[in-house]
């Protein structure tokens, strides 16, 4: 069974740096495309970033230079660096993976983890 | 990167059909027949409902499914039942390794 699993969310001041962590099992990390994408209170989804099954990684505009996606191929893991974090950075982050070719889309998803960035 | 446009509620009987439409740019919709969506339950986790603008992932009632015209894909779902109440989400492709989300529409069943 195919299961996604995010920690490390919580409450960081702006400027702060946070890492989320999305455990999986049931797959492989390193053989899927995965993804993050957030939620801020109220609002609705916003696709964060990528990294695909060779190491490429893509991030939003919003995230780019402050964001990064990496991964731990002998953890089955995937983590979300957060830096220079800023008050609109306040979301449920949530990791998923994405099935690509013949499918296209964000098939599983994880439950979430709450970032609130405040003073 | 802007997000694609969707009516922020519609809402329909039990029994009923309704379609929810998503609205994008030759940029995203328009190039890509790469449209998914996703419902969501409150404070729930995303769940596939139609990929590629048409197609049902295994599990997932025949009641929904999808389409696209131009710059604009639609979900629709009939035979409305209670437990459809829930918020949902069209994402598209948009090229260059990006992806867009739509703003959300929240549907009540009445």
């Known amino acids: 069974e195919v299961q996604l699993v995010e920690s490390g969310g919580g409450l960081v001041q702006p400027g702060g740096s946070l890492r989320l962590s999305c455990a999986a099992s049931?797959?492989?990390?390193?053989?899927?495309?995965m993804s993050w994408v957030r939620q801020a209170p109220g609002k609705g989804l916003e696709w964060v970033s990528v990294?695909?099954?060779?190491?490429?990684?893509y991030y939003a505009d919003s995230v780019k230079g402050r964001f990064t996606i990496s991964r731990h191929n002998s953890k089955n893991t995937l983590y979300l660096q957060m830096n220079s974090l800023r008050a609109e950075d306040t979301a449920v982050y949530y990791c998923?993976?994405?099935?690509?070719?013949?499918?296209?889309?964000?098939?599983?998803w994880g439950q979430g983890t709450l970032v609130t960035v405040s003073s | 990167q802007s997000a694609l446009t969707q009516p922020a509620s519609v809402s329909g009987s039990p029994g009923q059909s309704i379609t929810i439409s998503c609205t994008g740019t030759s940029s995203d919709v328009g190039s890509y027949n790469l449209v998914s969506w996703y419902q969501q339950h409150p404070g729930k986790a995303p769940k596939l409902m139609i990929y590629e603008g048409s197609k049902r992932p295994s599990g997932v009632s025949n009641r929904f499914s999808g389409s696209k015209s131009g710059n604009t894909a639609s979900l629709t779902i009939s035979g409305l039942q209670a437990e459809d109440e829930a918020d949902y989400y069209c994402?598209?492709?948009?090229?260059?390794?990006?992806?867009?989300f739509g703003g959300g529409t929240k549907l009540t069943v009445l």
């Open positions: 998923a993976r994405f099935r690509g070719a013949g499918f296209f889309a964000f098939d599983y």
């Open positions: 994402c598209s492709y948009a090229g260059s390794s990006f992806w867009v």
């Open positions: 990294i695909y099954s060779g190491g490429s990684t």
């Open positions: 049931g797959f492989t990390v390193s053989s899927n495309y």
